[in-house]
């Protein structure tokens, strides 16, 4: 019973492309995160919704547009991927703001 | 703002020796602090946290972190390193709010034989 779920675990894509990664937690938790760790480690947060609403949006290019259609889940869109996309991209869940996030196990995004 | 400085990028130690993985924080708020480990290829997992009860935090796999506000520090310990820590250690902040919550830079922990 994977608690925070994503797909795909692995995308390999052309530039240009459109694609979208999938989460899904089964933890009841209000808050979701997509975080992004680059080819350092270095883990920065993308977005963050609180029941549905959006709450973080860093800066991030406006290729990329989350999507929650409920509490459960939190997609992630990209537009026209770019060499510089490729990346982990980390779904996480928390049970609300301020409190310990629980991650899935990413996707490796990588843009040819 | 919040901020996290790990000051080693990479930390080498023998089976069976002691483990010191040092954190640094920076908060404007009461804040909360979390260890994360990263095995290769794998996500995250929690590994302890401080949320302002007892300043000695016990975590899983015989991993302990002391907060000391006077020092703004939250170092991870583990007395006897075993092969399998071997793996990226990430400090998180968060303030009471959780309206951020910041990695530290990460630091690689190498077990030897």
């Known amino acids: 019973d994977t608690a925070v779920s994503q797909t795909p675990k692995y995308l390999v894509t052309q530039m240009g492309n459109d694609k979208s990664i999938k989460c899904e937690q089964n933890l009841g938790h209000d808050t979701m995160y997509w975080y992004k760790q680059d080819s350092k480690k270095f883990l920065k947060i993308m977005f963050s919704y609180n029941n549905k609403e959006l709450i973080i949006n860093e800066t991030v290019p406006n290729r990329f547009s989350p999507k929650s259609p409920d509490k459960a889940h939190l997609n992630l869109h990209i537009n026209s991927l770019e060499l510089g996309d490729s990346a982990v991209y980390f779904c996480a869940s928390s049970q609300r703001l301020g409190r310990e996030a629980f991650f899935g196990q990413g996707t490796r995004l990588t843009v040819v | 703002a919040q901020s996290v400085t790990q000051l080693d990028s990479h930390v080498s130690v023998s089976e069976g020796t002691p483990v010191l993985l040092r954190c640094n924080y920076s908060?404007?708020?009461?804040?909360?602090l979390f260890w994360y480990v990263q095995h290769p290829n794998k996500g995250l997992q929690l590994l302890l946290k401080?949320?302002?009860?007892?300043?000695l935090v016990k975590g899983i796999n015989g991993f302990e972190a002391e907060f000391k506000k006077s020092e703004t520090s939250f170092h991870l310990t583990k007395p006897s390193a075993h092969m399998s820590d071997a793996a990226e250690y990430f400090c998180?902040?968060?303030?009471?709010?959780?309206?951020?919550?910041?990695f530290g830079p990460g630091t690689r922990l190498s077990v030897l034989p």
């Open positions: 908060s404007s708020y009461s804040p909360s």
């Open positions: 998180v902040v968060s303030d009471r709010r959780g309206q951020n919550f910041v």
């Open positions: 401080y949320t302002s009860a007892a300043t």
